[in-house]
């Protein structure tokens, strides 16, 4: 039986989040409501996770001895890991010492590092994708965009959310040598490896929710939520998301099976984010997975009995998890910051987007803004796809981050 006592007392669980961004906050207060004592470590202090935490860290969370410093400290029943800029030497020293690794540290490892996913994803499960081949060089990257194809991208050997993605629309020295500075610049670690990717034409994205929990028996079971449908709208981060997905059921089909194969040969528990293409041509292609709730997955706080925050904490800590169901359709549309380097920045327009009917706005609280930060989102239930679309849409328009 899971038992444990009030946080900061006796004997209570504990999380520790390393990296403490707008999916870790979800993640605290959902502990928070089991009663779990949250830890938050982050890079920088007061990020979002860390308004909502018991205790907070900042650290340089990739070096191993800063993070086993905090983790022997605290002592947590599970450590979390948030983004992807974390050692991973550190989770698999701690992991092989008993610490609980949410997923694990294997999981972790393969899904920050897009090199090793792409071999894990294409090479072992035989998973389509688009064509890719890696390169170590501005000269590597020049071949490797030549054998190809034009247009492609160039993306950094670890990175997320678009940060690095540099794409190449046609045969260029100067233009690939340019892209390759760009995405190691911007990666989070600091390898000079790339990986270059055929760029395809989208009818649209999506992300398979795929989890591993233990069930009522003690069994580990793999299952997926009905799939999360996203678009960028121009941009390497997501802006909309939605929930029910609107795509032919054989292709919502073909993917959530894709999802559930990667989070069954990662293993471990927890939610994995699985992103899906689906391209103008008709193929459903894998494409990368996070270890962790997804951010377009913030859309299952309106849409499902059960969010996608509550699934991965409930998977930590040991707890069932019954495959939730859709009970509005809903959407959310996230807002970014235009700005570089302002610190403090104010939020305006909330009384006016509140004024929609089954709007929420999430604002992160995150201290300072770059350009494409993502600083709040707007979630909307509606009566159908459509029209939550269009009022998270019209809430989002009016609200605007200021200096």
């Not at 504990?14 to 890079?43: F, M, P, T, Y």
């Not at 030549?146 to 794409?167: D, N, Q, R």
Request: charged fraction near 25%; hydrophobic fraction near 40%; include cysteine.
């Amino acid at each position: 039986m899971v038992s444990w006592t009030s946080p900061m007392v006796g004997s209570p669980a504990k999380i520790l989040l390393l990296g403490s961004g707008e999916l870790g906050k979800e993640v605290a207060i959902e502990a928070q409501r089991l009663g779990v004592e949250v830890v938050a470590v982050d890079r920088y202090d007061w990020a979002p996770a860390m308004h909502v935490a018991h205790r907070r860290y900042v650290i340089d969370m990739m070096n191993p001895r800063a993070v086993r410093a905090v983790v022997e400290r605290e002592r947590p029943t599970a450590i979390v890991p948030e983004i992807e800029a974390v050692s991973t030497e550190a989770l698999e020293e701690l992991e092989a010492e008993g610490y609980r690794v949410v997923p694990n540290a294997r999981a972790v490892k393969i899904a920050m590092n897009r090199i090793e996913l792409r071999r894990f994803a294409a090479e072992q499960l035989g998973l389509p994708t688009t064509r890719y081949a890696f390169a170590s060089s501005a000269e590597e990257a020049y071949e490797a965009c030549e054998k190809v194809g034009y247009p492609c991208l160039l993306k950094p050997e670890m990175s997320s959310s678009g940060h690095g993605h540099a794409l190449v629309r046609e045969p260029s020295r100067e233009g690939v040598e340019e892209a390759y500075r760009y995405a190691v610049t911007h990666a989070r670690g600091r390898s000079g490896r790339v990986i270059v990717e055929e760029f395809v034409k989208l009818r649209s994205e999506l992300t398979v929710l795929a989890y591993r929990a233990v069930d009522q028996d003690g069994a580990v079971r793999t299952e997926a939520c009905e799939p999360v449908e996203h678009w960028r709208y121009g941009r390497f981060h997501y802006v909309e998301s939605w929930q029910p997905a609107t795509l032919p059921q054989d292709v919502l089909r073909r993917a959530e099976e894709m999802g559930k194969r990667v989070a069954e040969a990662l293993g471990g528990l927890g939610i994995f984010g699985v992103e899906i293409l689906y391209t103008e041509d008709g193929r459903v292609l894998f494409s990368e997975v996070a270890p962790r709730p997804h951010d377009t997955g913030l859309v299952t706080i309106a849409s499902q009995e059960i969010s996608e925050f509550a699934i991965h904490v409930r998977a930590a800590l040991e707890l069932p998890v019954p495959k939730p169901r859709i009970v509005s359709p809903a959407a959310s549309y996230a807002i970014y910051a235009e700005e570089d380097g302002v610190w403090a920045p104010r939020i305006e327009g909330l009384e006016r987007a509140l004024s929609i009917p089954g709007v929420t706005v999430l604002v992160f609280g995150k201290p300072f803004t770059y350009r494409g930060r993502r600083m709040a989102v707007v979630i909307a239930r509606g009566m159908s796809v459509d029209d939550a679309r269009r009022r998270a849409r019209e809430a989002a328009e009016r609200i605007s981050i200021v200096g």
